[in-house]
């Protein structure tokens, strides 16, 4: 069956390119133009992933991400923005979006990451470049529980805690930080953490793993606590607590 996008774009030249664009892709598209629209829509018929706008009138695109949310709905969640600046990438970030394209954009790029964020929340669980990866994460304990450098995540519950504090974490936060826990001690590279966790590695240029990498620190450190997430520079992160 085709899956449901539901776009929200209140350009509408933008928005009927899209639609069409993702209809051809073999997408089942609903669009509408405003934040309000969307929100009713996916009340009405939860759709398989969501691409909202950041800037639209009334109910932008951070106000009907941050209301999914805290409803507790956890559809992945592509932003398209025209900020460019981190700290605005950020604030999609802290109100639960999976990922962003940065306007303008190329349609291919739209597709290479709704392929991603769909192929983590499809049944199988794990994107092919998952599967070929050469770290392949150790068998999960019957419990579905892993532990190391002072954290602790429940797998099937998806839960984390530092010590006795949880930690609250987006989707993707969740899964970047079960890689780095899984491979404690082992520093993965830039393109193994793409491959494994957005099944797609946006190249040297790209700056989203950075932001998820600091705004992960974020959520995790504690005053006078070692700091558990470690840049390799030019490699890649590690997680190990010193």
Known sequence: MPQNVLLAEDDRAIRHA???????EGYQVT????????????????PDVLVLDVMMPGIDGLQVCRVLRAEGDRTPILML?????TQDRIAGLDAGADDYVVK?????EVFARLRALLRRTSPDGMAPA????????????PEG????AGLRMDIQARRAWRGTRELE???????????LVRNAGIVLDHSTIYDRIWGYDFGPGSKNLAVYVGYLRRKLDEPGAPQLIHTVRGVGYVLRED
């Open 18 to 24: 899209l639609e069409r664009a993702l209809t051809l």
């Open 31 to 46: 669009a509408v133009a405003d934040g309000v629209e969307a929100l009713a829509q996916a009340h009405k018929t939860p």
């Open 81 to 85: 923005t025209a900020l460019v600046e």
């Open 104 to 108: 303008p954009f190329d349609v291919e």
């Open 130 to 141: 998952a599967v070929a990866a050469t770290r392949a994460p150790a068998p999960e304990p």
């Open 145 to 148: 529980r892993i532990e190391a």
């Open 169 to 179: 974490l987006t989707r993707t936060e969740f899964e970047l930080l079960e890689l």
